[in-house]
């Protein structure tokens, strides 16, 4: 397994692992709490940045227990990466355009937030999983 297709490992378990624990706390919070109220902002942030923090963690664990031959990008790496964002940065465009509507609905903020932090993760995670196919079985 090359350098590059690790970090995409470490960040599509990042990005999972940290949107499930910001989805159990607000379903938890929101189970006893009207939506107007939820106060969501500080574990959005958290776990966003969480997620950063893990995935370096993560990345460095999987290189320490099993070191890569060389850290250079070739040519496959770059296409790899690059259809990878291609293909799934529509998902981000597309939770902009929800929130967007939504705003001009006049609905909570709640909800526009999480709209626009589900589609980055979305975008994030899409985008992991068409590289990992793709180093797996090819571009």
């Not at 109220?37 to 099993?66: D, F, G, M, N, P």
């Not at 770059?78 to 609905?107: D, K, N, Q, T």
């Amino acid at each position: 397994m090359s350098y590059e297709e690790k970090g995409v490992w470490a960040y599509l378990t990042a990005v999972v692992g940290t949107y499930t624990a910001y989805l159990v706390i607000i379903l938890g919070r929101l189970a006893t709490t009207p939506v107007s109220q939820v106060h969501y902002a500080v574990v959005l942030l958290w776990t966003t940045v969480a997620s950063t923090a893990v995935s370096v963690v993560v990345r460095t664990a999987i290189e320490t227990a099993r070191p890569s031959d060389g850290r250079r990008k070739d040519v496959r790496d770059r296409e790899i990466y690059r259809f990878g964002e291609y293909a799934s940065r529509w998902l981000v465009v597309l939770a902009a355009g929800a929130a967007m509507l939504m705003a001009m609905a006049r609905w909570d903020y709640f909800w526009i937030a999480n709209v626009i932090y589900l589609g980055f993760v979305l975008w994030a995670v899409v985008g992991s999983v068409l590289k990992v196919v793709a180093y797996r079985r090819g571009l």
